[in-house]
């Protein structure tokens, strides 16, 4: 099992230009979200999903939009994007949104995102 | 919403000796209160977690205590070892909206040999 693996790892954007990040889990998980994680503000939802077709807000979900077509993969888009949106983007998945099982989120490696 | 604290951001302790990082959550009615480490690069990991009906947890040199009237929780490592240096994220999940997991802003561990 490969387990969450997100793509890119890297990318360098200039403002206004846009882009999806890919996030992808083989563990057959109906949960899935995206985080950023920025110094000193710990990891923030942006997004998320309880099942193939559908998405939710979570806290800070401005300038990004998300769709999960199929059960294993969660995308994150950028329309326009902004320097403020300069972070490190963390997909997770869990198989059932906590509390009500184990409540753990597998995460994937991460990708970094630079907006200039 | 829910808001959690955490502190300290930065802990250096010396091979051998305790860590002690504390969090405080705003919203009474959460119950799920999960531990998170991160080394560093890598992705964030679970180490130990805690629902709201037990006041104490233990994984052999970690543990984490729950004081459910002062709203706070805190993670315990005995024994440290350079491994153990990363950053120590805690988190707290309402029931109102359980896929809303609010991430304290985390804790440097460094275990000096």
């Known amino acids: 099992n490969a387990g969450v693996t997100q793509t890119p790892k890297f990318r360098v954007l200039k403002t206004g230009q846009s882009m999806t990040l890919l996030c992808a889990q083989d563990?057959?998980?109906?949960?899935m979200y995206w985080y950023r994680q920025d110094p000193g503000m710990g990891l923030r939802l942006i997004h998320y999903?309880?099942?193939?077709?559908?998405?939710a807000k979570g806290e800070v979900p401005d300038g990004y939009n998300v769709s999960r077509l199929k059960k294993q993969n969660f995308l994150l888009g950028l329309e326009s994007a902004a320097p403020s949106q300069t972070s490190v983007y963390f997909c997770?998945?869990?198989?059932?949104?906590?509390?009500?099982?184990?409540?753990?989120?597998?995460f994937g490696e991460g990708s970094r995102l630079t907006v200039l | 919403g829910e808001n959690v604290e955490q502190h300290p951001s930065t802990l250096s302790v010396q091979e051998g000796d305790s860590a002690v990082i504390k969090c405080t959550y705003s919203?009474?009615?959460?119950?799920?209160f999960p531990w998170y480490k991160q080394e560093l690069g890598k992705r964030p990991q679970l180490i130990i977690d805690?629902?709201?009906?037990?006041g104490e947890k233990k994984d052999q040199r970690i543990a984490v205590t729950l004081n459910k009237t002062a709203k706070h929780f805190s993670l315990h490592i005995t024994e440290t070892q350079p491994e153990d240096s990363a950053v120590y994220f805690c988190?707290?999940?309402?029931?109102?909206?359980?896929?809303?997991?609010?991430f304290g802003a985390g804790t440097r561990l460094t275990v000096k040999p």
């Open positions: 997770a998945s869990s198989y059932d949104g906590p509390p009500m099982n184990t409540g753990e989120l597998f």
């Open positions: 563990m057959n998980h109906e949960y």
């Open positions: 999903s309880v099942g193939e077709g559908t998405t």
């Open positions: 919203d009474s009615a959460s119950n799920y």
């Open positions: 805690i629902r709201s009906n037990v």
């Open positions: 988190a707290a999940t309402p029931p109102y909206n359980n896929n809303d997991m609010r």
